[in-house]
């Protein structure tokens, strides 16, 4: 990211607005447990019977938002700031391509 990136004020804004919901992540996490919140989906399946018949393809670094062998919280914030980065950085390279001048 260039220094003029850094000043645009938009861009401060908004990476001040993600630093803040990646900070509150681990409260969010805690709500939800707190209301026994689950994954709509995973309601479904259940409900559907489809669970009995799940395979996993893939396995996920960060499983349920978490990382093994952390607390909650941290793992939560971990799992947070992970993916914040990679969603930005994905972002922001395409907005990158995007914004090229194709005359020079």
Same mark, same amino acid.
């Given at each position: 990211?260039?220094?003029?990136?850094?000043?645009?004020?938009?861009?401060?804004?908004? *990476?001040?607005?993600?630093? &803040?919901?990646?900070?509150?992540?681990? $409260?969010?996490? #805690?709500?939800? !447990?707190? =209301? +026994?919140? @689950?994954?709509?989906?995973?309601?479904?399946?259940?409900?559907?019977?489809?669970?009995?018949?799940?395979?996993?393809?893939?396995?996920?670094? *960060?499983?349920?938002?978490? &990382?093994?062998?952390?607390?909650?919280? $941290?793992?939560? #914030?971990?799992? !947070?700031? =992970? +993916?914040? @980065?990679?969603?930005?950085?994905?972002?922001?390279?395409?907005?990158?391509?995007?914004?090229?001048?194709?005359?020079?």
């Amino acid at each position: 990211m260039s220094a003029s990136a850094v000043t645009r004020p938009w861009l401060r804004r908004s *990476l001040v607005a993600v630093g &803040v919901l990646v900070l509150l992540a681990p $409260v969010f996490a #805690l709500a939800a !447990g707190a =209301v +026994g919140y @689950a994954e709509p989906l995973e309601n479904v399946a259940e409900a559907t019977g489809a669970v009995e018949h799940e395979r996993t393809l893939l396995g996920s670094p *960060l499983p349920d938002y978490s &990382v093994p062998g952390t607390g909650t919280v $941290v793992g939560t #914030l971990v799992s !947070g700031v =992970v +993916g914040t @980065a990679i969603t930005l950085g994905v972002a922001l390279g395409v907005g990158r391509l995007l914004d090229r001048n194709p005359d020079p």
